[in-house]
Antibody
Framework: QVQLQESGPGLVRPSETLSLTCTVS????????WHWIRQPPGKGLEWLGR???????DYNTSLKSRVTMSVDTSKNQFSLKVESMTAADTALYFC????????????WGRGTLVTVSS | QSVLTQPPSVSGAPGQGVTISCTGS?????????VHWYQHLPATAPKLLIY???NRPSGVPDRFSGSKSGTSAFLAITGLQADDEADYYC???????????FGGGTELTVL
């Protein structure tokens, strides 16, 4: 059974960098694409980017150069960093696995709420 | 503002059916990219309901079906049950944004 679990700080100060980790069980981190998605309070879902073990990354250009994704194969984890956080980055952050078609997302975590506030 | 447009809410009585629409444009659904649908209950992991326009992952009841026409896609749910109450999201790929894009979500209420 594939499971994903997000972890990280619930509170980030403005201008700081957010670091989140997604721990994967039931699947090898080396064999799939892995995505990050977020949902601001009361709003829809926003795709942040995806990565593959061999270093391939695709980021949402709306976040410009603030996003970085990486993988730790020894822990079967992948990570997200978002620089220069503002209140607009307050959201529920999800990790997910790229699925059957290459464009769907077949397994998701429950999400972790990140609030940006001083 | 979401790239794909969904109605904010739909409702239906137990046993009845509802259809949720998802409208895109020529750079996503209209460009031939498949539409996928997700069911999300609060504090749970979103669940893939339909992939590739009209395919159900193992374990998803055949009460859920998807279709696509032009720049729109549709999720049909028949035989509504109380535990179908959830938020439903459509998703596709947009080649002008080079990004995975979502609808704003539709809240289903079973009356």
């Amino acid at each position: 059974q594939v499971q994903l679990q997000e972890s990280g700080p619930g509170l980030v100060r403005p201008s700081e960098t957010l670091s989140l980790t997604c721990t994967v069980s039931g699947a090898s981190i080396s064999s799939y694409y892995w995505h990050w998605i977020r949902q601001p309070p009361g709003k829809g879902l926003e795709w942040l980017g995806r990565m593959f073990i061999r270093g391939t990354t695709d980021y949402n250009t709306s976040l410009k150069s603030r996003v970085t994704m990486s993988v730790d194969t020894s822990k079967n984890q992948f990570s997200l960093k978002v620089e220069s956080m503002t209140a607009a980055d307050t959201a529920l952050y999800f990790c997910a696995r790229g699925g059957y078609t290459g464009y769907d997302l077949d397994y998701w975590g429950r999400g972790t709420l990140v609030t940006v506030s001083s | 503002q979401s790239v794909l447009t969904q109605p904010p809410s739909v409702s239906g009585a137990p046993g009845q059916g509802v259809t949720i629409s998802c409208t895109g444009s020529s750079s996503n659904i209209g460009a031939g990219y498949a539409v996928h649908w997700y069911q999300h209950l609060p504090a749970t992991a979103p669940k893939l309901l339909i992939y590739g326009n009209n395919n159900r992952p193992s374990g998803v009841p055949d009460r859920f079906s998807g279709s696509k026409s032009g720049t729109s896609a549709f999720l049909a749910i028949t035989g509504l049950q109380a535990d179908d109450e959830a938020d439903y999201y459509c998703q596709s790929y947009d080649n002008s944004l080079s990004a995975w894009v979502f609808g704003g979500g539709t809240e289903l209420t079973v009356l």
